[in-house]
């Protein structure tokens, strides 16, 4: 067990039968009895460790499209690959003003008995940051490549399980979260692909940088022309010397 410990658990009225409070109580208590090194390392992850994981998928995403497909399918998957950061950002600016409009509490400063394991929280909990960023990137991710999308998806989940783990954020925090970065990435993706994919194009086209979108060894396709490149032997001219 780690972490701080406020006070006793819960005696308000009504909140044994609120769901969001209960589901906080009942994973966050997970917490309680686990050992202190485990703790410690579910903060680190639900800090750090996911987003990170989440870079990392969409960086092992972006080498395999630039290899793969035509060269068309490259600039799509790249183009949506680059909107999924920057649709990020763009949640977490919306969610500003969310959160000032609704001034929720962090959930260990209206309910007790919490095991918080990060300390220092102060701003408001609705909605939750590390969802919202987690869930745009993994949206974004399955945009560009279903395979790996599924991928980070999965790990935009386990943020949003950390968040409420740590006892830093209601489970509604969460998928209100969730809600926020899937609704920006996917609304305006059809804006963001027609303004980034033209410059995606550009760098593909580049002798310098086109590498960022294209792997130069990929096989491009099959022309009528192009048989030799694929190891079929191009027709030799008749010889001459031969009788009719």
Same mark, same amino acid.
């Given at each position: 067990m780690? +972490?701080l %410990?406020?006070?006793a ?9 609120n769901? &969001?409070?209960?589901?906080?109580? @009942?994973?966050n ?9 485990? &703790?410690?390392?579910?903060?680190f ?8 994981g ?8 972006w080498? %395999? ?7 068309? &399918?490259?600039?799509a998957? *790249?183009t949506a690959? #680059? ?7 763009v949640? !977490? ?5 969310? /959160?000032?409009?609704?001034e929720r509490?962090?959930?260990f400063? @209206?309910?007790?008995g919490?095991? *918080?394991l ?7 909990s ?16 399955? *945009?560009?490549?279903?395979? =790996?999308g599924l ?5 935009? =989940?386990?943020?949003?399980?950390c ?7 209601y489970? %509604?925090? #969460? #998928?209100?979260?969730? $809600? ?7 609304l305006? $993706? ?5 303004l980034?994919?033209?410059? #995606? ?8 940088? +086109?590498w !960022?979108?294209?792997? /130069?060894?990929?096989?491009?396709? *099959?022309t ?15 010889d001459?010397?031969l009788a $009719?």
């Amino acid at each position: 067990m780690a +972490g701080l %410990t406020l006070g006793a658990p819960p005696a308000k009225l009504g909140e044994s039968s609120n769901p &969001d409070v209960s589901l906080l109580y @009942d994973i966050n208590g997970i917490a309680k009895s686990a050992p202190t090194w485990f &703790d410690r390392v579910m903060e680190f992850v639900g800090e750090y460790g996911i987003m990170l994981g989440l870079v990392l998928v969409a960086l092992w995403c972006w080498w %395999t499209v630039r290899r793969r497909g035509s060269a068309e &399918d490259s600039v799509a998957a *790249v183009t949506a690959l #680059v909107w999924a950061p920057l649709a990020a950002g763009v949640a !977490l600016l919306i969610n500003i003003p969310i /959160r000032g409009f609704v001034e929720r509490p962090r959930p260990f400063l @209206d309910h007790q008995g919490l095991e *918080v394991l990060v300390a220092g929280k102060t701003d408001y909990s609705f909605v939750s940051d590390h969802s919202t960023m987690a869930m745009a990137i993994g949206v974004g991710v399955f *945009v560009a490549h279903r395979g =790996f999308g599924l991928a980070a998806l999965g790990l935009a =989940f386990a943020e949003g399980f950390c968040r409420i783990y740590m006892g830093v954020h209601y489970p %509604t925090d #969460v #998928v209100g979260g969730f $809600a926020l970065g899937t609704a920006v990435t996917l609304l305006l $993706a059809p804006l963001a692909m027609m303004l980034l994919t033209p410059l #995606v194009r550009a760098v593909s086209r580049s002798r310098s940088v +086109g590498w !960022l979108v294209r792997d /130069r060894r990929a096989a491009e396709p *099959v022309t009528e022309t192009g048989l030799g490149s694929i190891g079929i032997p191009e027709p030799r001219a008749a010889d001459n010397n031969l009788a $009719a």
